[in-house]
Every structure is written in C-alpha cells, then in structure tokens.
C-alpha cells in the first residue's frame, strides 16, 4: 500500500525512507485523517518531508500523483446539506445574499449543488478550480478568482485550488532564497571551535582528574573558553558589471561580518591586481600592496572571492590588461599567488551557474583558481563552498 | 485526546494535524519556521491542552545530551568529601536528574520542549537517538536503567542555524510554522485582545502586512511584535484614525519601535515614509 506514492516521491529525489513510510502507514491505522485528501497531504507531509526547503518539491511530486484524484477511493464524496449552507453564507456580499433572498434559498442550494456535481464530473481529468465566470445567482463574485476553499472538515469534496497546488513554500525553496538571516546560517557551517586566550573556564575533568593525584587535595584547573577561530579573507569586486548584484554582496557581507570574529575584507575591481583597497570611496589614494596583505595574513586563514568574474579575457591574461590602470602583471599571476598564500579558496559569483559557460573570462578564473572552486551566491552554492573550505 | 488549539493558542489545521500525530504515533515533533510564529508556546499550549505537565529543556550552545539525562555533580561530592560529610558515601545523592529523566519518571504522560535544539553542538542531536527511540538510558553511576513509564511527547524546536542529522531527522515528525495568513492573524489577535476595537484591529493589521511587504528589511516583523505593538497601541490609547493616516503629514505609523528592531530597518523605512511624503 501506498508503495507506488512512496516510489513516486523517490524518484522525485525527496530524501524519504521505508521507516517514514512505515509510520505514515501506521498514522493510516490508527485513523488519523479521514478519507480527505487534504487531510491525507498535510499528514504525509509531517511524516515524510523533515525540512521545509523540501516542501515545494513535495507539493510539486504530490500534485503529479494525486492529479484529478478528488478523494481517497471508498469515500464517495457527499456534500451535506448544512455544509453548503455555510459555505454559501460564508462567502457572498451583502447584495447577493439581498439577490438571494429573493431567487429562495433553496432553489440557489440546488444550483450550487448541481454546479458542484457537474464540476466534478467534468473536471475529473483534473483541473483544479470552478469557474470564475459565469451567470449564477452568486453574480461574478460568487467565487473568487483564486477559488473558494470549498473542502470543508467534513467531507473530501474539493473544488478549491489545492493546498499544494498553491506551492507557498516554492520560495523556501534552497536554490532561490538568500536572506541575511539565511546567509548567516550557511556561514555558520564554517566554524571551527578552539580553545584560545585567557583561562577563565572552569575545567571539572581536569580538577578530579587534578584532585586525584593530589591525594584528595583540591587542584584547581582552568582553561580557555570556546570560540568560533576561523579565519576570513573576503576579497570584493565592487563596480562595472557588479552593480547589479549589490544587494546580495551587501547582505553576504553583513552577515559574514557577523558571524566571522576574524575577518578582513579588501575591494577589487573585476580581477586581482597589485593592488587592493580596503574603503570603496578612498580606492585612489588609500591602496593596499597585495603583497603587503600576502605577507600579513597567515596561511591559516581561508580565501573567499566574491565577484561574478565577467570581464574581458586580456583582463586576467594580459599585462596591461587592467581597465583601471597600467598593471605590470597579468591578473591570473595575481589570482595564482594569492591561491597559493592562501590554499584553502573559494569563488562566489553572483551570476547563475547556468550562465557560466558563455563567458570566457569565467572559465580562465576558474582554470586558476581551481574548477571545484567556483559556487554560485545562492543559499546551496554558499553551502557547498563552506563545505569545500571546511575540508 | 486530541489537540485543537486553546483558547490563547490558534493552531492551523496542519499543525493540529501533526501535533495530533506525533501524540497517537508517540513520536518527537520537529518545529521549524520564522521567529516569533509560536515554536516555543507551542509545547506549553499542549501541555495545557491535553492537562499533562510540562519539562522544559532550553538549550544553549554550551549544552550537552548528557544533561538532560543526568549529571554526576562531581564538584559537590568533592566539596563534601573535604568536608568529612557522610552523604558522600552514596552516590545516588550527587545525581543530578535532568529534563528527560524527570519526564520518564513522571507517573503520567508528559508534555517535553526541547527549545532551539540547533543551537547545540553538531553532536547533540546523534547523542539522543536512542534516548528519543526507545525512551530509556542507561545511568552508568548506578548502574542502573531508566526507563519511560509513558513515553512523553516531545516537541523539538529548531530555528535552523544548523542542519540536524539524517537519522534524527527520521526519528522525528516535522512541521514548519508558516507566516499566518490575514485570516489566521485576525484570529490570533482576537484572541489575544478579545476585547480590540474592530477599527484598530484593521488599521493595525494593514499597517502590519503593508510593512512586511517593503522589500529589503533586515527583519520582518512577526507575529509576537504585532502583539507586542497592539499591546503599547492599546496602553498609549492611540485612535485607529492615527494609524489611517498614511499619506498625511507622519507616514510613520506610532510606536513602530516595536515592530522594527533593527536600526537598518527603521532607517530604510523613515526614509521610505519620507519620500511618499513628499509625493503631492
């Protein structure tokens, strides 16, 4: 039972096991839900689907399997008289239910049912909604366009948009939505915990341990407490063709900034030179040797990159190449040195991985850097490059 | 023994649903969704709901598994044995219960929160599997086993700051809290404010949703700041007619302290007001 709807979720790569399965069988048995089919959604959804970037898939995968099936078979879909009643009252305006008074309740109740049967009848094949048009006694308003929820708790008759036809979870979705708040949680998978600084922790093991072989003297001991030691170089690409991806560097870089204690960011534009800038408004006359920042920061620390790497292929190959300046060396010897000071790297571009093959000067950065090294600055590129740099 | 919200909680359909099924089932609930949706209350709605008590477990960063089975206070004994006290020749008495061993000793269902279960070390999850499978641990001090005499309902909240482990995840149900619609919302602070003028209710309500929707904000505002801001609306006795004014001389709605926590926010969002201001 229910094998088929399982294999179909697998097979939508939704990360379900037999134990899942094995539960949701079991909440069956013991009635949980009642014939609905919506009921049925939502109970599965608890038991199969354990993280909500997955429910969108999961409406999406569900939808396929149950299309144009309105109940789950053995529950002949009545609709009760009461029911309708309310459903009615519920949804019409002051002048329909003024209209109504006067066609008669009970001639109106007949239509909607007749409306209702028809739909059903007709729209087996699965289309989701009844129609918005029409001359019924509920004037043009008597549903609304995205469909009346008319699916009460009583009975599995569904004429509405389904719940999972809706997909309000589409934007939890991994590969779409990058928040600060997001963004902060995706940096977190880089910590590294360490023991550093001064002593202030008490550290019980150490003192028994202490204690012991002091023949029942008290030792106290203590040690350093815990913090997050990673490391951080960001490197920027600010202007020309970044413009349009400020708002998602803006909000990569306040919450990099507060989740790294150690974190040093430095501007640049498009590619790597000799030279880099820490103040944007400052770029002409405050900037930094590149070499001065290689010989500063230890190799403990990690690289990341940020820029979407678009630019004219002489700028990283060429001498001279820069468009800012005359640069004595190309921008990949650059790239390469800073890649070797720091060998732990990763290149974020604000640009989708999909677009990436058509710009050349992508795929030099990539060949220096390092193909495996380059993530889009999406919530699921974030969190493969955490991964890669936390190898 | 079924749950349908309580008088100061509105649950939906499906998180109803699933509370009810981790209950029949006598499975761990997992709860996720925005801040401020409810996560936290939710344990002790349906401890009152259902009359069972309540075993809070809030977790920190600092926290162990350990600590919610059982702590050996090993400091103490050492204290008295300096001392010369003859407590100290039975262990039993340095054994410090923790959440999950009051709870499988309690003589009747119970209602367990395990609080911001993300926060933890990456580890904390995995060393509770069995505890959270089979309902019982092994006190190695007194050798001796413990045991649930019923198995407690566990609600496990999560904010999401870390992933949590496949095979806990399989031990557990899940639901995510979504953001309530209009509808839900106007329940919600019904029951808060039962007595609520139906104007205010409705201008606030619209400043509120207005408010979620500008683009760009560090932080929404959720459904504890609405409560916390109609609360300060209500004690400064400020008319509906204060709220309407949206194109009038201050776009910014009172108090808005409440709603928006974040300087950035509150700055993005004068300026916006000062901007459709100087709209003719």
């Not at chain 1, 708790?153 to 979870?169: L, P």
Request: glycine share 6%.
């Amino acid at each position: 039972m229910l094998v088929d709807f399982f294999l179909h979720l697998k097979s939508r790569q939704l990360p379900v096991s037999t134990k899942e399965l094995l539960a949701l069988l079991e909440a069956l048995e013991a009635r949980l839900v009642s014939g609905s089919l919506d009921d049925f959604y939502l109970l599965s959804r608890t038991l199969l689907i354990k993280d909500e970037a997955l429910y969108d898939r999961f409406d999406r995968a569900f939808g396929e399997y149950f299309k144009g099936i309105e109940a789950l078979p053995g529950f002949d879909a009545m609709v009760p008289e009461e029911w309708l009643e309310l459903a009615a009252r519920r949804h019409l305006s002051e002048a329909d239910r003024a209209r109504l008074q006067k066609l008669g309740y009970e001639k109106v109740l007949e239509q909607l049912k007749e409306r209702l049967a028809e739909q059903k009848e007709r729209h087996a094949g699965g289309s989701k909604w009844i129609g918005t048009a029409g001359t019924s006694p509920f004037g043009h308003g008597g549903y609304n366009p995205e469909g009346v929820r008319i699916g009460g708790d009583s009975v599995g008759n569904r004429t509405a948009i389904k719940v999972w036809d809706q997909r309000e979870f589409r934007n939890l979705d991994d590969s779409v939505d990058l928040g600060v708040r997001n963004i902060k949680v995706a940096l977190r998978r880089l910590r590294r915990f360490a023991r550093k600084g001064a002593a202030t922790e008490l550290d019980l093991d150490g003192t028994i341990a202490g204690t012991a072989r002091n023949g029942g003297w008290l030792d106290l001991h203590l040690r350093p407490e815990r913090h997050n030691a990673i490391k951080v170089l960001l490197f920027l690409d600010v202007g020309g063709s970044m413009d349009d991806h400020i708002q998602a560097c803006e909000e990569l870089f306040s919450a990099a900034r507060a989740e790294f204690k150690h974190l040093e960011h430095f501007y640049f534009h498009n590619c790597v030179y000799e030279g880099v800038w820490k103040d944007n408004r400052r770029r002409h006359s405050e900037k930094l040797s590149t070499w001065d920042v290689i010989h500063t920061y230890g190799p403990d620390y990690k690289l990341i990159f940020v820029g979407d790497a678009s630019m004219s292929p002489y700028e990283v190959a060429r001498p001279g190449g820069s468009v800012e300046h005359w640069n004595e060396e190309a921008g990949a010897v650059w790239l390469q040195r800073l890649v070797d000071a720091w060998p732990r790297a990763a290149w974020l571009n604000p640009l989708a991985e999909a677009y990436w093959g058509y710009t050349p000067s992508i795929g030099m950065i990539r060949q220096v850097i390092g193909n495996d090294r380059m993530f889009p600055l999406t919530l699921d590129g974030l969190e493969r490059a955490m991964r890669s740099l936390s190898k | 023994m079924k749950f349908e919200g309580t008088d100061s909680y509105v649950a939906t359909r499906d998180l109803t649903l699933a509370v009810n099924a981790a209950v029949a089932l006598q499975r761990p609930l997992l709860i996720k969704g925005e801040p401020g949706t409810g996560k936290t209350l939710l344990a002790e709605e349906v401890a009152r709901a259902l009359n069972m008590p309540l075993f809070q477990w809030h977790v920190k960063s600092t926290t162990k598994a350990q600590q919610g089975l059982y702590e050996y206070d090993a400091v103490s004994r050492l204290r008295d044995s300096q001392l010369g006290d003859p407590r100290v020749e039975d262990i039993s008495h340095y054994i410090v219960h923790g959440v999950l061993w009051q709870a499988f000793e309690c003589d009747q269902p119970s209602v367990v929160l395990i609080d911001e279960i993300d926060k933890a070390d990456i580890e904390f999850p995995n060393d509770l599997l069995r505890e959270l499978d089979r309902m019982e641990f092994h006190c190695y001090e007194l050798h001796r086993t413990i045991k649930a005499k019923h198995r407690p309902l566990i609600i496990i909240t999560s904010n999401n700051e870390k992933e949590l482990p496949d095979a806990f995840l399989r031990r557990c149900f899940f639901h995510y809290i979504k953001f309530p619609d209009r509808e839900t919302m106007q329940r919600i602070v019904g029951v808060h404010f039962p007595v609520l003028k139906h104007e205010l209710l409705k201008e606030a309500l619209e400043v509120f949703f207005d408010l979620r929707e500008i683009p760009g904000l560090k932080k929404k505002p959720s459904t504890s700041e609405l409560i916390d801001w109609l609360k300060l609306l209500l004690a400064e006795d400020i008319p509906p007619e204060a709220l309407r004014a949206k194109d009038a001389k201050d776009a910014i709605p009172p108090l808005h302290g409440a709603l928006l926590k974040n300087e950035q926010d509150v700055h993005l969002f004068e300026r916006l007001a000062f901007m459709s201001r100087r709209k003719p």
